[in-house]
T-cell receptor
Framework: GENVEQHPSTLSVQEGDSAVIKCTYS??????FPWYKQELGKRPQLIID?????GEKKDQRIAVTLNKTAKHFSLHITETQPEDSAVYFC??????????FGTGTRLTIIP | ETGVTQTPRHLVMGMTNKKSLKCEQH?????MYWYKQSAKKPLELMFV???????ENNSVPSRFSPECPNSSHLFLHLHTLQPEDSALYLC??????????????FGSGTRLTVV
């Protein structure tokens, strides 16, 4: 089955700086890669996703990149703000398969 | 509310008690999931249901017993739990097993404490 590894497990950045979280996956058939954000005491929520026919996708301050050859994808957050502090989960799935989640990254934005 | 409702929000139970967690979705989704979230394993998949049929049991101890009477409702029956079962239990749903552009929708979870 699919195996998703996520790094780093914790990340602290100064407000205004950029944050990057990286994930690798094992199943070359995986074609859907979402990212979820879970704020303290709240449910995980989808913030951005990318499919294997696209190399990069942006939505305001967040972007996701995908390298199918190397089987890794990354979340980039620019101009970080205090409200970006949360746990972020990457995930991957192949056609007709459930999502496999990474182990999460706790991002702390230092004011 | 995102469309997935879990009750109760908090539950304290003794090791000899029997209780049930409830998850309800009115999104017209066909797949539902139970996850356990703890400090050790942030998102640990427990069970998967697709069109009311269990398609995956991720080696979950028998003291956790899921039930899916229809595509909108999912239960997790608990009995003779251990203190290490204390965690946040999250329910999620998706249109199909492989999520479409809307991904998984999670409930707010039940915070379970076993004493």
């Amino acid at each position: 089955g699919e195996n998703v590894e996520q790094h780093p497990s914790t990340l602290s950045v100064q407000e205004g700086d950029s944050a990057v979280i990286k994930c690798t996956y094992s199943d070359s058939a995986s074609n859907y890669f979402p990212w979820y954000k879970q704020e303290l005491g709240k449910r995980p929520q989808l913030i951005i996703d990318i499919r294997s026919n696209v190399g990069e996708k942006k939505d305001q301050r967040i972007a996701v990149t995908l390298n199918k050859t190397a089987k890794h994808f990354s979340l980039h957050i620019t101009e970080t703000q205090p409200e970006d502090s949360a746990v972020y989960f990457c995930a991957a799935s192949a056609r007709n398969e459930k999502l496999t989640f990474g182990t999460g990254t706790r991002l702390t934005i230092i004011p | 509310e995102t469309g997935v409702t879990q009750t109760p929000r908090h539950l304290v139970m003794g090791m000899t008690n029997k209780k049930s967690l409830k998850c309800e979705q009115h999104l017209g989704h066909n797949a539902m999931y139970w996850y356990k979230q703890s400090a050790k394993k942030p998102l640990e998949l427990m069970f998967v249901y697709n069109f009311k049929e269990q398609t995956e049991n991720n080696s979950v101890p028998s003291r956790f017993s899921p039930e899916c009477p229809n595509s909108s409702h999912l239960f997790l029956h608990l009995h003779t739990l251990q203190p290490e079962d204390s965690a946040l239990y999250l329910c999620a749903s998706s249109q199909d097993i492989q999520p479409n552009i809307y991904g998984y929708t999670f409930g707010s979870g039940t915070r379970l404490t076993v004493v």
